[in-house]
């Protein structure tokens, strides 16, 4: 099948077979832990200690079936798309006319991030809400993330993912016009869609803004840009390295978390950590179960090379929004403090033109629908009741 073919949904149901949840078993109970570095823990990467324990529940306690049926809950599906499978959940809205939302996760997240915010978002009566701001929720697993990748299949760059999106709401799902949300590579994806099909997006609202980084910073900065370019020398310089690697030889370092399962928990598990705002302590805001759960998706997948292609294309390719362009939909920001980086408002409006709605938030970081869903799905209904 072409890139330019359409195939038909197929129902899908999660099953990882037992010889896979054995397999797992066998490896976590043969791991060779590293040494302890010196100094406090996590001051170098993933702490021993606490890995010890996460492997040991891992082993003996986690319940991978249970977390199954989570998303077996949902109606899931499959259609050849692009070359390629790609995988989403479709959970209708409970209200008098839900709008179509494109909810979307990033790297190295999973459609385990919006187990929380789905029902707020379809079906906000139950909580509280307006029946009015129901979305019908469409969450698809990125191209090369989880249940959307098959081995050797081919790599999308975040260009490539919008326009399979974009022909998954219009063209699979009959949406003429949607709405769009995404943190992360979802967020790229929401700000490509703004820029490269316009016309099909009501607007979009992100929690991660998508401006470039290697802009100088202006000759007369205001206090709020002068703090954003000093956090981000700090970033770039101490919390890049990963980027470094996955965005110039992926295809070694998926040899290490394809084959060692703790390998793989230990490189998503620190970035949990670090990037969520959770003063130090990973499982205040995330469970051991939801953790696990999404390192559990890339391990049963083998889907980790390929989750790090979008960074290896952007750093060999342009930005996903052209130098000199802007993206001109509506658009809505949640400021979250602890999120990775937080660029003020006139460095996001050199890319944005139409900032309808700049909200900071008490708290939360970078995995926002599963830090603060409550927060997250009252703004994303906030900013998108007018554009409806």
Known sequence: MSTTEIGTPVPFTLAVPDSAL???????????????????????????????????????????????????????????????????????????????????????????????????????????????DAFTVIAPSLPGYGLSFAPNQPRFKIEQIAACFADLMTKVLGFPRYAAQGGDFGAFTASRLGYAVPEQLIGIHINLLTVPRDRPAPANPTPEEAQYYSELAVWLKEETGYQWIQGTKPQTLAFGLSDSPVGLAAWIVEKFRTWSDCGGDVESVHSRDRLLANIALYWFTGAIGSSFWPYYARMHGPWPIPTGETVNVPMGYCAFPHEIIRPPQSVAATMYTDIRRWTPMAKGGHFAAMEQPEALASEIAAFFRPLR
């Open 22 to 132: 054995d397999d797992l078993r066998a490896r976590l109970a043969l791991t060779r832990f590293p040494d302890q570095a010196p100094d406090a823990p996590w001051a170098y990467g993933a702490d021993v200690g606490y890995m010890r324990d996460l492997v040991a529940y891992w082993r003996d306690t986690f319940d991978w079936r249970a977390q199954e049926a989570v998303l077996n809950a949902w109606p899931q599906f499959k259609v050849r798309l692009h070359g390629i499978d790609v995988h989403y959940l479709r959970i209708e809205g409970k209200g008098p006319n839900p709008t179509p939302l494109l909810l979307m996760h990033g790297w190295p997240g999973s459609v385990f991030e919006f187990v929380d915010i789905i029902p707020r978002l379809t079906d906000p009566a139950r909580f509280g809400g307006d029946p009015a």
